[in-house]
């Protein structure tokens, strides 16, 4: 007998305006298990979810619940079929408590009016049963991450959700809350619920998961079991092609390029948010940062750059004392910068991707000769570019403000690269970007580095910090917690370093 399908939607179709988000994607899920759906960026996995969560309309498809037909047409109408979804970005209302937004929109009936002490007690048994404990009274904006995104969770099995949608839930975990939501994902599989979960992160699906589907292009590449694939394999289906990894030279490393020394800055808030920092990248290495968004990072790596004042202390660029001098001096010491908020600070949304792209170059050959600009020569390396960094264009014409987030941020990074700085403070270089074009861009930090330059990479992304870095620096509240070379770190180390402790383990390598 053929295997029931706890879940199936078949053939679903959606399109936005030019974008087919959705090609006849079917999806099968079986009661108990958890089911990867991944994809890069823009492969439409959200948008699927979103379809059987009632916020989004099919252009065609069908879904079927146990086997039956089910019309959806608002998340009311999933929510009545035992299906919840935690999305991406939170929605759950800062200012009110815990148990408030827990109950929030659900209708009270005779049988469940809103008691606490009704609220409480069914707390109790999925706290027992599946690992989630909230603090019921605490205001909800003063949470962790961690804690809101199992307050969501709470919300859809407070609500009846036997199928359990979970968006990218551990883009914003550190290591140790992903590992605490995977204790409970596998206690609410044990219990008969269903999860969908959908990552881009190879390692966690490999963990996790019994069967993964793989879209790319808004259509599924495959589904597979776990047992029958590698990581690799996976991400031969999402990316469409061989990963080549990346490789890095055994050289040694030079002079100091960047120091800083003992550096106090002030948060927007007026409140220090980098508190007593010091350190130096060398030539011919590089530096990560790693660390929950937030600690201080982006103001360390603004007071780099020169667009924040620093309170006290000192930094200097290749042994120049530059604490208070211009960007533009920065730059002409060697500094390039990738910078976090691509939008606001790294391009001209107005221009064109080819005026982007020759920025920093445009008053030099062969772009241009005795200030004659020299059109050709900059088409043409703007069109290299394109090619190299795989940027999605129309052309080197087109305006940077009609590209993706990812594509824009793929014409910083080859901007500031071609520009071969000694010194290159990359912040999130790869965030909102495709597997693909990632790897070619660390590729990139890494070659930098290989050719006797220094970087200094500030990420959230903790596999990119290991794959990347010679040295890694951990900061918590402004400060350094920790300070590990590449063969002494690993998650757990660095994970623990992100909320300050450190076991006395700072080392200078
Ligand atoms: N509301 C929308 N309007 C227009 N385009 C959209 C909308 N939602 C998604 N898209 C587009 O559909 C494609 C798939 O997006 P999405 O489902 O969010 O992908 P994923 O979740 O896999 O990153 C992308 O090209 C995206 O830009
Ligand atoms: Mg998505």
């Known amino acids: 007998m053929e295997e029931a399908f706890r879940l199936e939607l078949q053939n679903i179709t959606k399109r936005f305006d030019k974008t087919l988000a959705n090609d006849g994607v079917t999806l099968r899920v079986k009661r ?81 009016i809103w008691k606490p002490s009704k609220l409480k007690e069914k707390m109790k048994t999925l706290e027992a049963d599946f690992n989630f404990d909230v603090p019921l009274n605490a205001v909800t904006g003063g949470l962790t991450v961690g804690l809101m995104q199992r307050v969501e969770i709470v919300k859809t099995l407070y609500r009846g959700a036997e199928i359990i949608i979970l968006d990218e839930p551990t883009a914003v975990l550190t290591p140790q809350e992903a590992e605490e939501l995977f204790v409970s994902i596998r206690k609410l599989t044990q219990a008969g619920h269903t999860v969908i979960f959908i990552s881009h992160k190879l390692k966690e699906v490999m963990e996790i998961s019994d069967t993964i589907t793989v879209m790319r292009a808004g259509r599924v590449v495959g589904t597979v079991n776990k047992e029958d694939v590698d990581a690799e394999q996976l991400a031969q289906m999402m990316i469409g092609r061989e990963l080549k990894g990346v490789t890095r030279a055994e050289i040694d490393k030079g002079e100091v390029a960047l120091k800083v020394d003992d550096l106090n800055v002030l948060g927007d808030d007026g409140i220090g948010a980098v508190n007593g920092l010091s350190l130096e990248v060398h030539l011919g290495e590089i530096v990560g940062i790693a660390g929950v968004e937030g600690n ?27 604490t208070t001098a211009s960007v533009g001096s920065r730059i002409e010491h060697g500094l390039g910068f990738i910078a976090q908020d691509r939008v606001k600070e790294g391009l001209a949304l107005d221009f064109s991707i080819r005026d982007n792209l020759v920025l920093k170059s445009r008053k030099k050959e062969p772009i241009s000769k005795n200030g004659i600009m020299r059109w050709r020569n900059a088409s043409k390396m703007s069109r290299k570019m394109i090619e190299d960094y795989a940027i999605k264009a129309n052309g080197e014409e087109e305006k940077v403000q009609s590209l993706s987030g990812g594509n824009m941020q793929k ?13 290159v ?44 870095s010679d040295r890694i620096l951990v900061m918590f509240e402004g400060r350094k917690t920790g300070e590990l070379s590449s063969s002494q770190a690993n998650e757990q180390r660095i994970g623990k ?6 076991e006395g383990e700072v080392t200078e390598p």
């Not at 290989?450 to 990347?468: H, K, P, R, Y």
């Not at 370093?497 to 450190?502: I, L």
């Open 32 to 112: 108990g298990e958890v089911h990867a759906l991944i994809g890069e960026n823009g492969a439409g996995k959200s948008t699927l979810m979103n379809i059987l969560y009632g916020l989004v309309k099919p252009d065609s498809g069908k879904i079927l619940l146990d086997g039956k037909p089910l019309t959806i047409n608002s998340p009311k109408d999933s929510i009545a079929n035992g299906i919840g979804m935690v999305h991406q970005h939170f929605m759950l209302a800062p200012s009110l408590t815990v148990a408030e937004n827990i109950v929030l929109g659900h209708p009270p009936t005779r049988s469940n």
């Open 296 to 322: 201080g990072q982006t103001e360390l790596s603004e007071a780099i750059l020169g667009v924040r004042k620093c309170k006290s202390g000192k930094v200097f660029i290749d042994g120049k004392d530059v």
């Open 411 to 423: 014409v910083v990074v080859a901007r500031e690269l071609s520009q071969s700085p000694k010194l």
């Open 425 to 468: 403070i990359a912040c999130q270089p790869t965030r909102g970007v495709d597997i693909g074009a990632s790897e070619y861009i660390r590729s990139m930090l890494v070659k930098l580095r290989d050719q006797g330059n220094a970087v200094l990479v500030i990420s959230a992304d903790l596999d990119e910090i290991m794959e990347l």
């Open 497 to 502: 370093m992100m909320f300050g402790q450190n």
